[in-house]
């Protein structure tokens, strides 16, 4: 599916494209089955998100894009689906323009700019125009539904309590400021209303002083305050990329640190956006998101697709591998399935995958079993059987199936056994690339030579570990 369709569908607007189906569905190039499709793996997600808490920071230079009106229907349509959403609008172009107009100096140091006293006036008119023009797009609501319009509350107020960011190596930051606290329980009793909360970069200290606030520290520190469940910075980039122009797809906290530390990796906005995420993510947010804000439906993309389009950075890892449990067997039964239906695996009962379960690895991303790995051990030979190596059809050709591979072949030596062997009819030339050598029907331990299926023909294969 591309990237404009998946928008375009929750967004109700008709729209021709193409998904990659599962083998026995039929007339997968029909709308109606794509549709289907998309609907049945992100019903989790929108199931999973009602009543989440999520805090959406973006630029003032969104106002300017085509996309913008766009990206307001989608938050628009997160709040209907449940979503509990706090947004923190920028508005530096706003301000530098004003500020260009009155022909005041503009002066930054490390990235944050000087408030002096006189542009105070101009950051306070562009933050309030900036706000003000969100809060009518979103008063819109939802178009074209079918009880006629979906209605959005929009709230804005003085939430956030500053202090000086004051004098640093010798520069005073004069009226720049930083958040002190936020009132959370204002904040989280207009969420539990429904209504999406507005803040603007704008602070204001106990004794009436106004301060200009960078959005990234006020969405950030706004996020760890009131415990989001996510943070989503909408950003100039694709997201984290490596020297080859890759994007990143998961970062944990301490990957996106060594990040921060290597010299000219990044861009000095993208230094500071990924610093504040890092802060957000250390402070218990849960997971911090990083996409471009120039693709359309962005939001919808990253958040109703598995694997997403932007950086996600986690305190844990996305995808890990860990040894299956009982709960885990439905999932482990959809990758073996459509395996053991071509004759690549032999049939395997949830029954007995019940009783077997402790052979068995996975690989699991965002709660789905991408692969899967059992390890049968005969200890009184010395060897182990590899056995229901299985990856699922999206996640093949991006190594996996090696790294499990690998890691059984870890759990294999660490039990002391020697010999790794595998059956296979379909497969050998996989095994061959990974060093198993041919053999023969009596190198097989004893126990296992009694349960050869001969009507199968399976080759034998060995490796010495």
Known sequence: ?????????????????????????KNSNSPSSDFVHWFRHSSAYIRAFRGKTFVVVFGGEMLADAQFPALVQDIALLNTLGIRLLLVHGARPQIEKRLQEKGT??????????????????????????????EALLSM????????KAEIRVISGNFVTAQPVGVRDGVDYQHTGEVRRIDRSAIQRYLDDGSIVLLSPIGYSPSGEIYNLTAEDLASTTAVQIKADKLIMLIDEDGI????????RELTQSQAQELIQAANKLKPALRI??????????LGVPRVHLLNRHTDGALLLELFTRDGIGTLIAAQRFEATRPATIEDIGGILQLLEPLEREGILVHRSRELLETEIHHF???ERDGLIVACAALYPYPQDNAAELACLAVHPEYRDAGRGHELFDHIARQAQSQQLHTLFVL??????????????????????????????YSRQSKVFVKEL
């Open 1 to 25: 599916m591309d990237l404009n369709s998946l928008s375009s569908i929750l967004r109700g607007k008709p729209h021709a494209y193409r998904v990659i189906k599962p083998p026995e569905m």
């Open 105 to 134: 100096e503009l002066r930054y140091v490390n990235g944050i700019r000087i408030t002096q006293s006189d542009a105070l006036e101009a950051v306070i008119e562009a933050a309030g125009s900036v706000r003000v023009e969100i």
């Open 141 to 148: 609501g939802l178009s074209n539904t079918p009880d006629g």
């Open 241 to 248: 990329t490596t020297d080859k122009n890759k994007i990143l």
């Open 273 to 282: 956006t990924l610093q504040h995420a890092i802060k957000a993510c250390s």
């Open 361 to 363: 690895t996975v690989v």
């Open 424 to 453: 296979t009819t379909r497969t050998s030339d996989w095994f061959r690339e990974r060093g198993f050598k041919p053999a023969e029907i009596t190198d097989l331990p004893m126990k296992k030579q009694s349960l050869y299926n």
